[in-house]
């Protein structure tokens, strides 16, 4: 199997999807029409005559309908090319089953919304290392697509590393230009850190445990003060008055200090992107 790493170029289909968004932030046509352009480049370069995929006609409410296959296909330059033997016997006839290399009565005909019929075909080839059904992409999901929405309203020209860190902590918009990455457990603080760049500033409290926080933005110079706050009060101290927070640039070893309340119920609920 060969994999191709087109993060970067995929993020301009997110910013700019021709056919739209799903429910969230999913703009699964052009997605689809993406990676099958992709499959063609590799598929003229290797020699390869067709594409099979394992779509189901009806199974993925905005790409796989009939008339989003036909727009797909088109799109993408694989008018005929593409074998979904799953569903096969539902659509129309295919280069390679016109050619004769592939029976057509051996495909199937699959369709719509449940798993089973692929559940109960896995069982019989013995296959049982297959994605969990409920699975997939990211962007259709409610929470990581607020912040999607945030990020792409405030920062347009986001980055790969912009997207990763949606996946960690609590989020916060402190202002337009700021926002705030709160980590929720040991794993995430060490993620957050990972992700941390050139610019970025890392807070966490002093003698008491509590999440490291990731504050990213240039601001007027009160959001490290909101961000201290909103530190103090994920963490063990969140009942105290005044709670040492400290915080230090990236670029940097040495930490300054500075003493705030934990931050206000009613406040933080203002910031919260989720």
């Known amino acids: 199997m060969k994999v191709f790493n087109v993060s970067e170029e995929y993020l301009d289909v997110v910013r700019h999807p021709k056919h739209g968004y799903g429910s969230n932030m999913n703009p699964c046509i052009d997605c689809r029409i993406f990676i099958l352009k992709k499959a063609k480049t590799y598929m003229e370069e290797s020699g390869a005559s067709f594409i099979v995929?394992?779509?189901?006609?009806?199974?993925?409410?905005?790409s796989q309908r009939r008339d989003a296959m036909r727009l797909i296909e088109k799109e993408a330059g694989l008018?005929?090319?593409?074998?979904?033997?799953?569903?096969?016997?539902?659509?129309?006839?295919?280069l390679p089953e016109k050619e004769g290399w592939i029976d057509r009565t051996k495909l199937l005909n699959i369709q719509g919304r449940s798993r089973k019929?692929?559940?109960?075909?896995?069982?019989?080839?013995?296959i049982r290392d297959y994605p969990c059904p409920a699975g997939g992409c990211l962007l259709t999901d409610p929470g990581f697509g607020r912040?999607?929405?945030?990020?792409?309203?405030?920062h347009p020209e986001f980055s790969l590393n912009d997207v990763h860190l949606l996946k960690f902590g609590r989020h916060f918009r402190l202002s337009p230009k700021v926002k705030l990455v709160v980590?929720?457990?040991?794993?995430?603080?060490?993620?957050?850190?990972?992700?941390?760049?050139?610019g970025d500033i890392l807070l966490k409290t002093v003698r008491y445990p509590g999440p490291i926080s990731l504050l990213r933005g240039k601001g007027d110079g009160r959001e490290l003060e909101k961000a201290a706050?909103?530190?103090?009060?994920?963490?063990?101290?969140?009942?105290?008055?005044?709670?040492?927070?400290?915080?230090?640039?990236?670029?940097?070893?040495?930490?300054?200090?500075?003493?705030?309340?934990?931050?206000?119920?009613s406040d933080l609920l203002n910031w919260m992107i989720e």
């Not at 706050?229 to 300054?256: F, P």
């Open 53 to 62: 995929t394992g779509e189901v006609l009806g199974q993925r409410p905005m």
């Open 79 to 94: 008018v005929g090319l593409i074998l979904r033997p799953l569903s096969a016997q539902f659509l129309p006839i295919t």
């Open 183 to 198: 980590g929720r457990n040991e794993e995430e603080n060490q993620k957050i850190q990972t992700f941390a760049r050139i």
């Open 117 to 126: 019929p692929q559940i109960k075909l896995a069982e019989e080839f013995g």
């Open 229 to 265: 706050s909103i530190t103090a009060r994920y963490s063990k101290a969140k009942g105290i008055k005044q709670v040492e927070v400290n915080y230090r640039d990236v670029e940097e070893s040495e930490n300054h200090s500075l003493r705030v309340p934990p931050i206000q119920e």
């Open 147 to 154: 912040r999607m929405k945030d990020l792409m309203n405030h």
